[in-house]
Every structure is written in C-alpha cells, then in structure tokens.
C-alpha cells in the first residue's frame, strides 16, 4: 500500500491557492501563470471585463493587454481550443488536444452519431468552407455560403446555423483554426497555416496525452481527487485515469493525500507542488477577487468540498430569484473564500457600481479594509473613475468600503 500524506484543510487550500498564482508574491510574469494554469477559460460576458482577462489580473494585478494579443496572434504560442470549456490554450499542450481533434465526434452517443451523419451530408459545405479559407485566408462566420443541403436541427439557438456549425465542428477536429479576432467575432483559417512552425505534431497515445494532461491538471489544482482531475483541463477525457495515476505515483511524480483523520477520500498532489507546503504564513495574505469562471473555482463540486463554499452562477436565473446578482465575483482572502461582491460596469459613464456585497457567516472583520482595496484595484484595471454602491454591505465592511 503507498504511503498516505495526511494534510489539515486548510493546508490542502494553501495548496491549491499557490499552485493557483494566487499567494504571495504574486506570479513575476503571465508566462508563469500560463504555465501553470494550462488553459483561460473564454466566456463572452463581460459585465466587468471578459473572463480570461480577470483570470490573469486577479493574479498579475494590472497587466499589459496587448502581451495577451501578442502571444495568441503573433508568436501563436497560445489557441483558442476546447479544455475545459472553450479556452486559450498553450501551443507547446498542442499534441494532447490533437487527441480529441483526431477522435471528434468521439464515441457511439446520439449526439456524435449526430455529428458525424450530418457532416457527412453536408460534405458540400465542408469542402466550400476549406476552399474559401484556402483562397480568401482567414475570414468570419459570414464569409461562407450556407450551402447545407441537410439543415442543423436542435431545439436551441443553434438550429439552421448551418455554417456555424460546420467551423464549430471542423474547429473541434483540429481542420480549421481561430487565427484573429475583430472586435469579438471570430476570423477562422486553416489550422495548417495558424501553428507555427515550431508546434509538436507528433501524435500521442492516448494513454500519453492523459498522462501529461493529468500532470498539469493536479499541479494546477494543488491537491485533487481524480474525479477533480476529470472535471479539469481536458474535461472528461481521461480514460483509465486510475491506471495513469497509479502509474504516475510509481514513478513518484505523484503522491496519495488524506485531509484529516476522518476523511476517506483519497486525494494526490503533484511532486513538483510539495514545496508549496513550506509557504510561510505572510504568503497567503492576497485578497483578491475572482471571475466566475476562475481556474480556482470553476469546479463547483471541489469548490463546496474543499472551501465549503456553495457558488452558482445565476446569469440564467429569473431577477426575482437571484441570491446575489446576475454576475458574481467570489472574494479570496488569503487561502479562505469569505464572500462575494456583485460588480457592474459602465464603460461609458467609467463608473463601477457594486449591486450587493454579501460576506461568509465567518468572514472576518479585519478583511473590510483588504476587501475595499481589492475593489478599488478593480476599478483601477477597469478604468472606473468612480465606485458606487447600490446594494446590501455587510456592517463590518461597511467603512472601508463606503471610504474608497
């Protein structure tokens, strides 16, 4: 039986927050951070600012943008490509993602045989498509006939968009490629001339890409239970996860954790996140807020296991029935999650008004002032001249926050 690291909860959210960029000091570098977090989570609200944007500030502070463009559509060391959920990925990560391109639609469910029956009849528009972005370069969605002979049936927004489908589709196969961006629309090319010249096109094994996919995801989560690992990176895409990590663990590049004395469960850390548990206690003093889609929390099962913290986006909730806000940013101070602000922004008006600010029952006190800061530090990246707000203020952090 391998040995058992027995760690205290609070010991175990120091891990993840540290491996998360989120201790202090914070990260030198976004390449740091990319490294680390394997992947920016895209999301097209931007009530505050858009996802992967806040995902890099709450841990870089006020950044250069134009480095974030610069990598994505000049050097190309990052894409835009499916992790766990539509995400800006690094390139060097490219030959396991091509593991899902070569493979898609995988599997015998309904909606692959789906997939694979419409593009099938609709090979036309497929071949139209290619030879568009083959003449013309990189173009958006409305650059293409639809000339689909079998329309896209479903009973969401997606039925008869035919040729959204087909790039969508052809994107997942690794074919075709986001090579720009006007404004927010998408400019697809061919994946060929995207890649530099310098990407590892050498196919992997499956069982190679779930081992690689497996290291980064636990060294970006800190410490894991591998239904955790399931839910990140490459999300769901890890056949005979067991078997690669007991393998890993043979190799000791992984090791078996327990939280406390009564907890069944079995959870790893990565070898290379151990040093992480030497952080001395003023390395957990950052008090910052994060995007509802942050890497830290984007898995709301070990986000309610490990912080006890029950958080859901309620964007699609009727106004009446709404706890917090339509857009909430969950507040983490030092390595606890203690409450949450609901921020909106007015870019016209550079005002940033606060709807509602909600604090943990164990939040403390002395945060108020580390909780304002982090609200002006926001403001600031914004551009907002002027906060304002208009909502519920815990009374212990009503000072602070009203002085800023």
Partial sequence: MPSTLTLTVDQARRLAVGAQCLASPGPVSMEQVLRRLRCLQLDPIDVVARSHLLVLWSRLGSYDRAE????????RSLFEFWAHAASIVLTEDYPIHQV??????????????VVRDWMTANERLRLHVLERLDEAGPLPTGGFDDIAEVPWQSSGWTAGRNVERMLDFLWRQGTVMVA??????RLWGLADRCLPDWTDREPLSSSEAVARAAEHALRALGVARPADIEQHFIRNRYPDLPVTLAALERAGRVH????????????????????????????????????????????RARTER??????????????????YGYYVLPVLHGERLIGRIAPRFDRRAAVLTVEGVYAEPDAPASAAEPVAEAVAAL??????????????????????????
Wanted: glycine share 8%; charged share 30%.
């Fill in 180 to 185: 720009g961006r006007d404004g927010r629309r």
């Fill in 100 to 113: 899902m391109m070569r493979g898609f639609p995988a599997g015998d469910s309904p909606h692959a045989r």
């Fill in 68 to 75: 974030l463009d610069t990598r994505l559509w000049k050097e």
């Fill in 256 to 299: 078996r954790v327990r939280l406390g004395s009564g907890d069944a469960e079995t959870w790893y850390v990565h070898d290379d996140t151990l040093p992480l548990l030497e952080t001395p206690d003023d390395g957990f003093s950052r008090t910052v807020l994060l995007s509802p889609f942050d890497n830290l929390i984007c898995d």
């Fill in 306 to 323: 490990l912080w006890d913290f029950v958080f859901r986006t309620e964007m699609y909730v009727p106004r009446a029935k709404r706890r």
């Fill in 379 to 404: 403001a600031a990246f914004l551009g907002a001249r002027t906060i304002t707000y208009g909502g519920p203020v815990p009374d212990a952090w009503r000072a602070a926050l009203h002085a800023r």
